[in-house]
Every structure is written in C-alpha cells, then in structure tokens.
Nanobody, 125 residues
Framework: QVQLVESGGGLVQAGGSLRLSCAAS????????MGWFRQAPGKEREFVAT????????DYTDSVKGRFTISRDNAKNTVYLQMNSLKPEDTAVYYC??????????????????WGQGTQVTVSS
C-alpha cells in the first residue's frame, strides 16, 4: 500500500510559478513510476507528467512542455511538479499517482494504482 499526500497548490497570477509536492508512504517508493494528473471543472482527468523509477525518464503532455518539470527524490519519498509560466487554463485540481506495474513511464491513468487526494491550483488572469 502507498499513501500519497499532495501539497503546494494555491492561487497565483498568470505568468507565476508554483511547486507541487507529493509525499509518499512506504519503503518501495523508488519502484513506482510516478505521475501528475489534473482535472478542471466539468472536464475529465488528464495526464500532465510522469517520471520513471530513477528519474532518468520523463514525459509531459504537450500543453505543459517547456513550462512544467517533474522530478523526484527517492531518499525523501517525494515527487515534485515545478510549474512555471502558469496560464489560466492550468487551473485544476492536481493529483499525484503511483504506478507499480510500469517499467518506464506511463501517461494512462488506468495504469496507476494509488492516488492522492488532490491539491487545487488556481491561476488568475
């Protein structure tokens, strides 16, 4: 079992930055592919970013490439999402997720076994 707790969300003006953190319980954090997803009001949950066990491989949805950076610290059981140049369309609840069955990275929500409770990110124009 893995428990995930997100933090770092909030209200920011367009063009600003936020850093989300996701703290994981358990001793096998380094064996999980980690991902960030988001869900805006009235929309389906969508993939944002994913990172491999070691952190050597990452993948992003096109709309955040060049603005967001996913990283992890396996010694601290934590994954991060640095979000720069934020836009109003980035407004959503952001979820951290852990995938125990994927070897490299995954952009499919169906492959993730554990989810956090979410943290709200609001970007004002």
């Amino acid at each position: 079992q893995v428990q995930l707790v997100e933090s770092g969300g909030g209200l920011v003006q367009a063009g600003g930055s936020l850093r989300l953190s996701c703290a994981a319980s358990g001793r096998t954090f380094s064996r999980y592919v980690m991902g960030w997803f988001r869900q805006a009001p009235g929309k389906e949950r969508e993939f944002v970013a994913t990172i491999s066990w070691s952190g050597s491989m990452t993948d992003y949805t096109d709309s955040v490439k060049g603005r967001f950076t996913i990283s992890r610290d396996n010694a601290k059981n934590t994954v991060y999402l640095q979000m720069n140049s934020l836009k109003p369309e980035d407004t959503a609840v952001y979820y951290c997720a852990a995938d125990s069955g994927t070897i490299l990275t995954s952009s499919s929500s169906r492959s993730y076994d554990y989810w956090g409770q979410g943290t709200q990110v609001t970007v004002s124009s």
